[in-house]
């Protein structure tokens, strides 16, 4: 249900073996893989590099969201 690929794959993919959660709403889904992303980078994170995009199963429909969009799912 949660996989990773690419730079850091083993890192984030142990990260989700540790903490990823079955049932997570979509906005505790975006805050978990924004938080993997800000501990995997560090001080190189920057949210401006990131696009979230999801499909709710009720509208079949994907949503994207970036830019100043994501910051409310950053503590």
């Not at 690929?5 to 049932?23: F, H, T, V």
Request: proline share 0%.
């Amino acid at each position: 249900k949660a996989n990773a690929i690419g730079e850091n794959d083993e890192k984030i993919k142990e990260m989700l073996r540790k903490d990823y959660k079955e049932g997570m709403s979509i906005e505790e889904g975006i805050k978990f893989c924004l938080k993997i992303f800000r501990e995997v980078l560090g001080k190189n994170f920057d949210v401006s590099r990131f696009e979230v995009g999801y499909i709710k199963i009720s509208e079949e429909k994907l949503q994207i969201i970036h830019g100043d969009e994501l910051k409310k799912y950053i503590k």
